[in-house]
């Protein structure tokens, strides 16, 4: 099974130029990508960009959130939707703090145990907070990863081979870039291949 290693400056340069200007890729606090990545599952990019500023003024830190009341966390999740969200995450804080002491976990196993934080998740915080060569695969990525390889792939399969795919040093710019060519390119109905870096190898 081919990796994407082969292309990756290609896939990098794409990035460079096309990446959207969304406001958590200006940050590396776990916390505030952590609540990014819970705000966007199931909800639309332009809604989570209204409202997560404001829901970290409220809820800076994991502290701040743990100490609340999960009412007022539901209460400043309103126009998100799905509200057991909320309460994971008012969850995931009272854990940090209760047994972390506070200090953000930066490693896979105690990130997949905090509530509500699954494989995707967890590898998003390490990529994006901590820039750790690991990948991210969503459902946008995960089509990239079968288009290119010619072949639909178990959920095992695509994060070996996404894993496989990082350039070391690159996790952060990596992930991002294939996250947004899944996002705006590479489209599950009506993909956009003549403006695909990784045209020139892709098998579908």
Request: hydrophobic letters at 45%.
């Amino acid at each position: 099974m081919s990796d994407l290693v082969p292309l990756p400056e290609t896939v990098l340069e794409w990035g460079r130029g096309n990446l959207r200007d969304l406001p958590w890729r200006q940050t590396r606090d776990p916390w505030e990508i952590l609540v990014a990545e819970v705000m966007l599952q199931q909800t639309q990019v332009q809604r989570v960009v209204d409202l997560w500023e404001a829901f970290l003024e409220r809820f800076p830190t994991p502290a701040a959130c743990a100490l609340s009341p999960p009412s007022q966390v539901i209460a400043h999740w309103v126009g998100l939707g799905y509200n057991r969200r909320a309460l994971h995450l008012h969850r995931c804080a009272v854990k940090i703090e209760e047994h972390h002491g506070g200090q953000f976990p930066h490693r896979l196993d105690d990130l997949l145990a905090l509530p509500g934080v699954g494989p995707y998740t967890a590898r998003a915080v390490l990529a994006f907070a901590f820039e750790h060569d690991t990948a991210v695969v969503d459902t946008n990525v995960d089509r990239i990863l079968a288009r290119w390889s010619g072949q639909a792939l178990k959920a095992s399969e695509a994060q070996k081979l996404a894993d496989r795919s990082v350039p070391v040093g690159e996790g952060w710019a990596w992930n991002q870039t294939l996250l947004d060519l899944g996002a705006t390119v590479c489209l599950h109905s009506d993909p956009e291949c003549d403006r695909c870096p990784l045209v020139a190898g892709c098998v579908w």
